[in-house]
């Protein structure tokens, strides 16, 4: 277990450090002048000699190397720098928004995850129970439609005819749910498909069916036995799922107006706030590296045979 | 156990929910009152105005009222000498700050030496330029004398007030500035309202104002919410979570028509400065061929524009300039004409390759650009001019390429000059008309409107600036496609909206409705 640890953690430096390049230099080389960008949001158009001063003092004219090494000696530092459009420190602002983001993010995994385990378990147990065939469907056909359509029907049917929910923001702790169902719906299809399958073989292995010679009730035999083989596929997929969840919740939390990074990185990249824009990917893609670090380890501890490769 | 592990889920999820089913009905006669914007109305305190003008914070000088004609707000009255090289504002009196401390025409001068000190700089609203030539021309100096506030300039300008109306006229208390600029704390005005809460994307909060000078607001609290998705909003609107939308963009042109037909709501259709204008790549073939301009004008349908992709929220373009700005506006006429439109290009010979009709994906959220987009592309096939839409996301990039033949574009101004549009856009030397290749050069044109900045005489001027609007309506560098209006929208209970045309909502004069 420690030599995976370390293999994996070497590997995990080297992955970040490219992905400190890549986002550096995908964000700075995107077309658009930041500098103009940022003089024309009420809508009118800049003097050239305020665009010029402007990108002199964000520091755009220094040659596109020194400017990777002087934000990569900044990051490292804990320093993600200063957000052109309100000057304001971007790692203060993200690490303000993050707790919103990981809130959501993870409801919504609870969601997904619950659901997947739920109704699989519900397929195993009673193979031919129709509700638990049309929860599985239902839950199939949703993660079809794109989160923005599945985030406008849940507001209009519960927010605005049923007034059960707020429609968006933050206040309250019934606000996290819509967002967190659409977000959890959208993933929960995928872990649902893999674990029905994986549980299907595994109750017929041969162990599986000795426990149910045994004697085991069949509660028990498929919640411990079967259930621990069936894991480890959508534990992998679950890791990618919650990498997903904390990128991909940009289109949810702009709907839902939910104060999270996402939010944050959508108005950064239509005003060309480059320093907020990076600092987001950088930090979302680390999360996403780690969580799936962290799924690869799951796996380990589920089955043995991870270990040895 | 299954079953225990569903009983336990369900027991969280209504406990969850519990917590959050009574909302309370906002506003409703009550003394609080809850909007929704599309974007954050507060930009911080490095921000050169912290928030904007709507949230009755501070007040300028001078505003404009719904047709764009400079109106008094902290000044009263304004008179010009020397030809338009000095001018004096008298202000109002017996007004205070929301410090307790009076305005004084020191205190203007201040904010004016401000602005000049820290230009340019980048605003969430109106940027500072390098200058700021656009609110004062070029100031030799400003001061207070005996009250009023004396602005002297080096060279005349025509209609100072019509510059400085709204943003560029700002007014805070001196003390709400550090010495480098900045804000010291909260921004300190006059205005009806200050700020008292700031969740920055999520909502200001704003409480009456005991300092103010006229009668104390309906409302003593408002909530200004942040809610960027314009499905989202109107969404909040009728789950009843906000008693209106405001600012630039408050409701889509497509959402209009099923809001304004239902009695809950209160729609304000009222026209605003921006305008969507048609920029011609004259650089290159087709459009270096002025008669292939003139195809193209007369090939667009913009009563079926107007009417139907912008839900009536616009009026078909006519002249160059707006009807808003009032009687310097050239009335102008567009001519709907496919027949001649194919004439001309049968005549000026048909172009082999497809013009690129280049739209902004950024403008593609709040106006359905790429629907009319097409609906250019139809037009101009029909008269005979083969094209293609491109959808960018940095069109200044493509345009200095010079790689486009009509832009699609909407554009406003940050004050009541006409100069500004004529000047940053089409003078032969501007930097758009230069760098995203326009190719217009008209030493005619660029007289009339020098001429027609430093003209003080109002006929003289409105004079000046019917011919040079003349002039675009021959040579159609950019040709006006149609007038935007700016609706916003309150609950059948909230009396008294009014919107002007820089989007300035007066929060003041909001009320409940008897």
Known sequence: MTTVLLRRGAELLFALLALSLLVFLLTALAPGDPAEELLRRGGVQPSPESVAALRAELGLDRPLFARYLGWLGDVLRGDLGRSYADRSPVAAEIARRLPATLHLAGVAALVAAGLAVLVSLATALRPRSRLARAVALAAVAVSGVPPYVVGILLISLVAVALRALPTGGADGPGAVVLPAVTLGLAGAATLLRLLRADLGHAVRTPFVRLATAKGLRRRRVVVVHALRVAAPNAVTAAGVMLAELVTGAVVVETLFSWPGVGQLAVTAIRQRDLPVVQAYVLVTATAAVLALALAELCVAACDPRARRR | ?514
Request: charged share 20%; proline share 8%.
């Open chain 2, 1 to 514: 156990m299954l079953r225990r592990v569903l009983i336990a889920l369900m027991a969280v999820l209504a406990l969850l929910l519990q917590g959050c089913g009574g909302q309370e009905p906002s506003g409703q006669g009550q003394e609080e009152l809850t909007l929704a914007a599309p974007r954050d109305l507060v930009a911080g305190p490095d921000d050169p105005y912290y928030l904007h003008q709507t949230l009755g914070v501070w007040e300028p000088l001078v505003t404009v009222d719904e047709r764009l004609r400079p109106v008094p707000a902290l000044a009263t009255s304004w008179s010009a000498a020397e030809q338009g090289r000095r001018w004096t504002f008298t202000l109002r009196e017996g007004v205070r700050f929301s410090d307790g401390t009076p305005l004084t025409a020191e205190a203007v001068v201040a904010n004016v030496e401000r602005f000049l000190r820290i230009a340019p700089r980048p605003s969430a609203f109106f940027s500072l330029d390098a200058g700021m030539e656009a609110a004062y021309g070029k100031p030799a100096g400003v001061r207070a004398e005996d009250g009023r506030v004396v602005f002297e300039l080096k060279e005349p300008v025509a209609d100072l007030p019509a510059r400085l109306a709204g943003f560029f006229s700002m007014v805070q208390s001196p003390r709400a500035f550090d010495p480098s600029g900045g804000f010291a704390g909260k921004p300190v005005g006059t205005g009806p309202y200050t700020l008292v809460e700031w969740v920055k994307g999520q909502r200001a909060v704003l409480a009456a104002n005991p300092h103010y000078r006229g009668t104390a607001p309906a409302y003593a609290k408002v909530v200004v919410r942040v809610i960027p998705d314009a499905n989202a909003r109107v969404a909040a609107l009728r789950a009843g979570e906000v008693d209106g939308l405001i600012d630039k963009g408050a409701l889509l042109p497509s959402q209009v028509p099923a809001i304004a037909a239902d009695a809950r709501f209160r729609v304000l259709r009222s026209p605003s400065v921006l305008t969507h204008y048609l920029t011609f790549n004259a650089s290159r073939r087709p459009f270096s061929d002025a008669r292939l301009r003139e195809a193209a004008d007369l090939a667009i349908d913009r009563e079926a524009i107007t009417r139907t992709l912008l839900a009536g929220t616009a009026a078909p373009g006519a002249g160059f300039l707006s009807p808003v700005f009032g009687d310097l506006a050239d009335p102008g006429a567009a001519t709907y004409s496919p027949e001649r439109a194919r004439r001309l290009v049968a005549e000026a010979g048909p172009p082999s390759a497809p013009a690129t009709i280049l739209i902004s994906s950024a403008e593609t959220g709040q106006f359905p650009y790429a629907d009319i987009a097409e609906v250019l592309r139809t037009a101009l096939e029909q008269a005979g001019i083969p094209a293609k839409v491109t959808v960018a996301e940095a069109t200044k990039a493509v345009m200095e390429a010079g790689d486009y033949d009509v832009f699609l574009s909407a554009y406003s101004v940050p004050n009541a000059d006409p100069d500004y549009l004529f000047r940053r856009f089409l003078r032969s030397d501007a930097a758009w008309n230069v760098e995203r290749r326009l190719g217009y050069r008209s030493p005619a044109f660029d007289r009339l409107i020098d001429r027609a900045a430093t003209e003080t005489d109002p006929a003289g001027r409105r004079d000046l600036y019917h011919r040079a609007q003349r002039l675009l309506a021959d040579d159609r560098p950019m040709i006006p496609l149609a007038y935007q209006d700016n609706p916003v929208v309150t609950t059948a209970q909230v009396a008294g909206a009014a919107q002007n045309v820089a989007y300035v909502v007066d929060l003041g004069r909001l009320a409940p409705a008897t």
